[in-house]
């Protein structure tokens, strides 16, 4: 018999005469002559209660369905007199599939978010990784549908690069040489130093330049030796590009894709928004709710600047023209200046990458961070430098070699045309879109510095 997903038989609009569930037992009682088996698949937030009579083919293996333990159960869905549950599944049959040590770690109770990482193999078994993983599934689909819904080229780009986007420097060398990496003489697998790439922005610019909008959506990597909540080594990158577009069109699909995304949680994922809701972020359905209804503000860098400045707020950073805002900075715009989500554009030119564009003022450069509240900047993007001198007096701006960008460089000397995207880090998307505070929770597998298990 085939198998029906829990989720399905919740949303059972009548009785079903036969049906097969499957699912990790999350608790059993025992009464005389029956049990009750209350089975999750991890399909939805809710669980399935069967009532197991003594007679059943199977019940003999009842003492073996405790908590963590794999069953099938096939019978008839019937409605349910118990309170809080709709249906319930009168079993015909009982088939244990897997046994569980009664050392199970995952109990029904309540288990802080530090022992959970833990024991990252069990915990998407959990009610709140669950909704969380099945969130990020569901975000990621929500992806491609906006820009495929665009007419946007999902494009590839490769994880082994030999270009540093940022140029900051922070990047995983790639090398099958031992020892001594540096030492003369021997030639690495590509003859020449490859790293693990921080972006695939660079890579997308060639095909924009070419098939006009493209996006990526792949995995990225920095070796930024932070712990904070907010950074990892190993994350999801969104990276839309698109030729013939400047800032302000940049600026726009940054703005709608936000909306897009947060209208998408919760339209698409309300029962697990709701958990969150409850026990992770209280303000989360509101915030949400905030950003799709309310239009962004757009505020120059420097007038952010003036605003922070003259708010009369002590922030634990300094507010200084030419430094980067921080989240309390990108915060108080959000929440408490302009109550509303914002867009910061036209950065000084000496705190973004040699790619921006430069402005006529030979200052500042196109450049542009979309901020939400709860969390600050979710966005970075810009207008590339489309014109060849320009970029060409960048690269020397910034110290690098315009011979390890040489096909960059090609691309402005070939049919160049304006042209802009952005970056957005899909699990600092996450952390908005379900309230949740570390960024270690949001990923599967985290990778941080000291830790990179499984």
């Known amino acids: 018999m085939k198998r029906t997903l829990i989720k399905h038989a919740l949303a059972a609009v009548e009785p079903l005469e036969a049906i097969t569930v499957a699912g990790w037992v999350r608790t059993r009682r025992d009464a005389k002559g029956f049990s009750f088996l209350e ?55 009982l088939r244990l599939l897997g ?61 082994i690069t030999t270009s540093d986007c940022e140029g900051a420097g922070e990047m995983f060398r790639v090398t099958t040489l031992k020892g001594n990496i540096d030492d003369q003489g021997q030639a690495d697998f590509f003859g020449r130093p490859a790293y693990l790439t921080v972006s695939g922005q660079l890579e997308a610019e060639t095909f924009a330049c070419a098939l006009s909008n493209v996006y990526t959506f792949g995995p990225t990597f920095r070796a930024e030796n932070s712990n904070t909540a907010r950074h990892a ?4 990158m969104i990276e839309p590009e698109m030729a013939f577009c400047d800032l302000e069109g940049d600026m726009d699909l940054a703005e709608e894709f936000v909306k897009a995304l947060a209208r998408h949680a919760l339209e698409e994922c309300a029962e697990d928004l709701a958990l969150f809701g409850k026990f992770v972020d209280k303000g989360l359905h509101d915030r949400l709710q905030f950003v799709v209804e309310r239009p962004f503000q757009r505020v120059s860098y420097a007038e952010a600047v003036d605003i922070l400045r003259a708010s009369g707020k002590t922030f634990e950073y300094p507010v200084e023209y030419g430094l980067n805002l921080q989240s309390e900075h990108e915060r108080y715009l959000t929440e408490q200046h302009f109550h509303s989500p914002v867009t910061v554009f036209n950065y000084p030119r000496e705190i973004k990458p040699f790619y921006m564009r430069l402005n006529d003022d030979g200052k500042t450069v196109t450049a542009m961070d979309v901020l939400v509240p709860g969390i600050g900047e979710v966005i970075g993007g810009s207008q590339r430098e489309e014109r060849l001198d320009a970029l060409l007096e960048n690269l020397s701006y910034h110290k690098l070699r315009p011979e390890d960008y040489w096909w960059y460089v090609d691309l402005r000397k070939y049919g160049t045309v304006p042209h802009a995207g952005f970056g957005l880090g899909f699990e600092r998307l996450l952390m908005f879109l379900t309230g949740v505070g570390n960024i270690r929770d949001v990923v599967p597998f985290a990778r941080t510095p000291g830790s990179a298990e499984f």
């Not at 990482?117 to 992806?143: E, K």
């Not at 080594?233 to 999801?236: D, K």
Request: charged residues 20%; positive net charge.
């Open 99 to 159: 046994k569980s040590d009664p050392s199970y770690p995952l109990q029904k109770k309540g288990h802080t978010l530090e022992f959970l990482r833990t024991i990252g193999h069990l915990r998407p078994r959990s009610n709140l990784f669950g909704a969380i993983f099945r969130t990020r599934s569901r975000l990621a689909y929500a992806v491609h549908t906006f820009f495929q819904e665009r007419d946007f080229v999902y494009v590839h780009t490769p994880i």
């Open 233 to 236: 080594a190993e994350f999801w």
């Open 39 to 93: 089975l999750n698949d991890g399909s939805c937030l809710g669980s399935l209660q069967a009532i197991v009579d003594a007679g059943v083919p199977g019940y003999a293996d009842m003492a073996h369905c405790i908590t963590g333990a794999s069953a099938e159960v096939s019978g008839r869905l019937v409605p349910s007199p118990a309170a809080g549950q709709k249906w319930e599944l009168q079993a015909a049959r």
